[in-house]
C-alpha cells in the first residue's frame, strides 16, 4: 500500500485496514485549485496536516467546497520537496484517543503544493499567480510566533529585514518580506480583498502578522519602492483583515509506535526525513482527538461554511478572552511547567509526567489556584470545564507520545504570555502577589533548565529557543552547589521583562524566584527535593 495517488486507487485495501479515505473527486479538486484557488495556508507542518487540512477535508466530502488548500511552506523547503511532492501531497492523520483506539484518515485535501522561495522564478511567479486570483478568499498561517518576529534577541532588525526594507518587494528573502510582496501583488491586481488569518498558538495573533506586514509596507512606500496606497490597503480591513485566532490542538512529533501501527498495516515508505534546518516530517502526522479553532469573523472577500469543519467564530473581544484562557491559564502554562521539570528529572514523555505527584499538583496548583481566579468566562467554551479536560484526558493520554523536549522548544518567547499576563493581571486587580507562589517556582525552575544539567547532575541538550545565546549566560558560571555568588549572575535577567512578561523586581517576585534558584541548584536531587517542599 502506497501513499500516492495510485496507491489510493485500491480503496478496498486501505479501507479494509480501518484507514478513512477522501470521498471527494481528487483529481476534479486539484483542477479547481489550481484554477480557482480558494484557501492558502503557510506553514506545512505537523499542525497544519493534523487540523487545518483534515478540517477541509471534510468540507470537500459534504460538497462545501470544491476547491482544496494550497500549501505554502517558507522556512523549511525540503517539507515540500522530500515529503509532500513524493507523496502527491497525500498524508496520513493517525488520532490518538485516551481510550487507546486509533482513527486512521488519509487526508488528500491538498491541492497543491508551492515554495515560498523568491529566488525560484517558477514557485514564486505561481505563488503571485495565486495572490491575484479573486477566488482567493483567504490565507491562513501555521509558521510559529518567531515566524513574525522581525527583529533578533537583542531588538536589532534582522539582517534579511533590513535588507528587505531597501530591497523593495521584487525579490524579498525574509519569510513576512515575501508574504508582504504576494499582498502587494493583490493590491496591484485590483486591491483586491482577502483575510490574513494566522491560526498560530500566539496572543493576538492577526496584531502580530499585522505588524509585521505593515512594517514592510510602510518601509517600501518611505522608500518609494512601491505604489503610494499600499500601505492603506493594508491599514484598511475592507481590503486585507487580520483576524484574532485561538487554536489548540497537541500534534507531537512522528512517533515510531504510530509508524509500527502503519507498517503493520501494510504502508509503505513511511521513515521519518529530518531536513538539514532538523524539521522531522513523515508521511504520518499523529495527534490528539480534541481540537479548538476560535476564530474573529473578520473575513473581506467572503468565506465558506468553515464552522461545518468544527471551527467557531465570534466576534474579537470573545477571541481574546478564549485566548487568554488557554494560553495563560488552562493548558500553556502547564505544559511549559511540566517540559520545564520534565527535561531537568529526565522524562521523555509528558504523559508520564502526569503519573508523578509533584508534578501533577504543580500544574493543578497553577491552573486552579493561581491562574483560574483571574480568567474571565468567554462563554463560548467553559475554563474549568476546559482546564479539567486538559489535567485529566489530555495531558496524562498515554497514547500521545509528547514529550517535554518538544514543549520547551522557544520557552523564552513563551514564558511572557503563558505567565506574565496572569502576573499582570493580579498587579492590576489588587490581589495579593504573594499569592503567587508556584509561578516564581517555574521561573527559577526555566533559569535552572539553562544550565543544561539534570537533578542526578548529567547534562543534557536544551531544546531550541533563539534566545539561548543570550540567557545562558548569566547561568555559564553557576553550578551545583554554588553560594550565593550564583545570584549576582542572574539578577539583571529577572529585569528582563520581554522574558517573563513583567520586570520581576518591580512585580515583587523576585526574591522569591531568586530563593527557589539557590534550593534548585544545591546539588544533586535538590529539585526533587524542592518540589516536594512546595508543591
Known amino acids: 500500500m502506497k501513499l500516492s495517488d495510485e496507491g489510493i486507487k485500491n480503496r478496498e485495501a486501505w479501507e479494509s485496514k480501518g484507514f478513512i479515505l477522501p470521498e471527494f473527486d481528487r483529481q476534479e479538486m486539484i483542477e479547481n485549485t489550481r484554477k480557482n484557488p480558494l484557501w492558502v495556508h503557510f506553514g506545512a507542518g505537523n499542525i497544519f496536516r493534523a487540523f487545518q487540512a483534515a478540517a477541509a477535508q471534510k468540507l470537500l466530502n459534504e460538497g462545501i467546497i470544491s476547491s482544496g488548500i494550497t500549501v505554502v511552506e517558507g ?57 491575484t486570483a479573486p477566488s482567493l478568499q483567504f490565507a491562513t498561517f ?4 518567531k515566524g513574525y518576529s522581525l527583529t533578533d534577541g537583542k531588538g536589532g532588525l534582522l539582517g534579511n529585514v533590513a535588507a528587505d526594507y531597501a530591497g523593495g518587494p521584487l525579490k524579498p528573502g525574509s519569510y513576512i518580506g515575501k508574504v508582504a510582496a504576494l499582498l502587494y501583488a493583490r493590491f496591484k491586481a485590483g486591491r483586491l480583498p482577502i483575510a490574513m488569518l494566522s491560526t498560530d498558538n500566539c496572543s493576538h495573533n492577526g496584531d502580530k502578522l499585522k505588524n509585521a506586514v505593515r512594517a514592510f509596507a510602510e518601509k517600501w512606500e518611505e522608500n518609494k519602492l512601491c505604489d503610494e496606497g499600499f500601505l492603506a490597503y493594508i491599514d484598511d480591513p475592507s481590503g486585507v483583515s487580520f483576524p484574532w485566532s485561538m487554536i489548540d490542538k497537541i500534534t507531537p512529533r512522528p512517533d515510531d509506535t504510530v509508524k509500527e501501527i ?56 470573545t477571541v481574546d478572552r478564549v485566548e487568554r484562557m488557554k494560553v495563560c491559564t488552562c493548558l500553556n502554562p502547564l505544559h511549559t511547567s511540566l517540559a520545564v521539570y520534565g527535561c531537568l528529572l529526565g522524562y521523555t514523555k509528558i504523559s508520564e509526567e502526569m503519573k508523578d505527584g509533584e508534578l501533577k499538583k504543580l500544574v493543578m496548583r497553577i ?51 503563558r505567565f506574565g499576563e496572569t ?113
Open 75 to 131: 522556512f523549511d523547503y525540503e517539507i515540500i520537496e522530500k515529503m509532500y511532492r513524493p507523496h502527491d501531497n497525500l498524508s496520513i492523520l493517525v488520532t490518538l484517543k485516551a481510550d487507546g483506539s486509533v482513527e486512521k484518515t488519509v487526508v488528500g485535501s491538498i491541492g497543491e503544493s508551492c515554495i515560498l522561495d523568491s529566488e525560484n522564478e517558477q514557485e514564486f511567479s505561481r505563488l503571485k499567480e495565486i495572490f
Open 142 to 145: 501555521t509558521i510559529t510566533e
Open 262 to 317: 502503519l507498517d503493520n498495516d501494510g504502508v509503505e515508505n513511511l521513515d521519518s526525513v529530518i531536513t538539514s534546518k532538523k524539521t522531522y516530517v513523515a508521511p504520518f502526522v499523529n495527534a490528539e482527538e480534541c481540537e479548538y479553532l476560535v476564530i474573529e469573523d473578520s473575513f473581506p472577500a467572503g468565506r465558506p461554511e468553515l464552522e461545518k469543519a468544527g471551527f467557531i467564530f465570534t466576534e474579537r473581544e
Open 367 to 417: 491552573g486552579y489556584e493561581e491562574g483560574l481566579p483571574v480568567v474571565t468566562d468567554p462563554g463560548v467554551l467553559s475554563p474549568r470545564e476546559f482546564i479539567d479536560t486538559v489535567i485529566n484526558v489530555r495531558i496524562p493520554n498515554p497514547f500521545m507520545p509528547d514529550t517535554p523536549q518538544r514543549i520547551a522548544t522557544d520557552t523564552s518567547q513563551k514564558l511572557p504570555i
Open 423 to 535: 502576573i499582570k493581571n493580579y498587579l492590576s486587580s489588587g490581589r495579593d502577589i504573594n499569592d503567587l507562589k508556584l509561578i516564581p517556582l517555574v521561573f527559577a525552575g526555566w533559569i535552572r533548565y539553562l544550565m543544561a544539567v539534570d537533578d542526578n547532575g548529567k547534562a543534557f541538550e536544551l531544546s531550541p529557543d533563539p534566545m539561548l545565546d543570550t540567557v545562558t549566560p548569566y547561568v555559564a558560571d553557576v553550578k551545583l552547589g554554588s553560594g550565593e555568588e550564583a545570584l549576582a549572575g542572574i539578577e539583571p535577567l529577572l529585569h528582563n521583562a520581554a522574558i517573563f512578561g513583567v520586570d520581576l523586581y518591580e512585580a515583587g517576585l523576585a526574591d522569591l524566584v531568586k530563593k527557589y534558584f539557590m534550593e534548585l541548584i544545591a546539588g544533586p536531587g535538590s529539585i526533587r527535593a524542592t518540589l516536594i517542599k512546595y508543591v
